[in-house]
């Protein structure tokens, strides 16, 4: 009974009924120990409150089937709140707390950011030096946004669960970031073409991509990309022009976007004798036949 007050008082009355509660044996104080915890959990407003809420659940085991609920909440929390980075970190802490760790919660939200303000997202995941490579992922601007600051000794690379849409979007930006500050297209334009083939574009980006990112980038007198990645994009518009379910809408008339990737296409065969002597394999690795790509060309 004095538990149950303490936990209907102040936060700081709350930790004291998890104690009392701690002590009970009978399966009623275990059920009552569960809700506080949750309670306790659910009054955090700040970070360095989510941080001790959830090392009082990893005392009392509770982690796994509390925290992860907790974490994302504190996430959506912020998403709302206009704090984009500091969404995904507790996106990602709460993919730590269960026994696997799964991207689609943070691919869900990152495609809601999205909708939400593209540009805001892509900014929030631009580093503030554009010397910082695109390989390896994860890049270090990245790891650097996602450290929790009361765990600065954790190794970063732990905090990254498998989400296809973190790798495109925290990509997409740093290529964007390098176009606006004027670098060549060849300097990030196989990145992009990499991402659609990977498939880990979102389908309604995919236009955008092509039209302010890619097809843009033909016009420049040094090619952009070479055979190998001109064919993975010839390879990647075919395949989503043949979906019966019209997945991908790119929003670019067939004739231009032929035109463009054939464009780009003879620009990376006249680069050098290499990259020609190596057409006819590439296209056949990539299922190209000849007749498709006359047909851009």
């Avoid at 790891?143 to 495109?168: I, K, T, V, W």
């Amino acid at each position: 009974a004095y538990a149950q007050e303490l936990s209907t008082g102040p936060r700081i009355h709350m930790r004291y009924a998890l104690d009392y509660l701690r002590a009970g044996g009978s399966q009623a104080a275990v059920k009552a120990l569960a809700l506080t915890a949750d309670q306790y959990c659910a009054g955090a407003g700040s970070d360095a409150d989510m941080d001790e809420a959830l090392a009082v659940l990893a005392d009392l085991n509770l982690l796994a089937d509390s925290g992860v609920r907790h974490c994302r909440r504190r996430a959506q929390a912020l998403r709302f709140s206009g704090d984009v980075m500091g969404s995904l970190r507790w996106a990602c802490r709460a993919e730590r707390c269960g026994s696997f760790a799964f991207g689609y919660f943070i691919s869900e939200l990152l495609d809601n950011l999205a909708d939400e303000d593209l540009n805001a997202l892509l900014q929030a995941l631009t580093p503030s030096g554009v010397s910082e490579s695109l390989e390896p992922y994860p890049p270090q601007s990245l790891l650097a946004g996602l450290l929790p600051a009361s765990q600065e000794d954790m190794d970063p690379r732990d905090l990254l669960p498998p989400s296809g849409r973190l790798y495109f979007y925290s990509v997409y930006a740093r290529c964007r970031s390098m176009r606006l500050a004027g670098f060549a297209a060849h300097s990030y334009a196989p990145a992009l073409v990499q991402l659609l083939a990977a498939g880990v574009v979102p389908p309604k980006l995919a236009g955008l991509l092509l039209r302010e990112e890619l097809l843009p980038a033909v016009v420049d007198e040094e090619p952009p990309l070479n055979v190998q990645d001109a064919l993975l994009l010839m390879q990647y518009v075919q395949r989503v022009s043949s979906d019966p379910l019209r997945r991908t809408l790119l929003g670019i008339r067939s004739e231009d976007l032929h035109q463009s990737l054939g464009r780009c296409l003879s620009q990376a065969i006249l680069r050098g004798g290499a990259a020609t002597c190596g057409l006819s394999q590439q296209r056949s690795q990539h299922g190209l036949s000849t007749t498709s790509m006359l047909q851009m060309a």
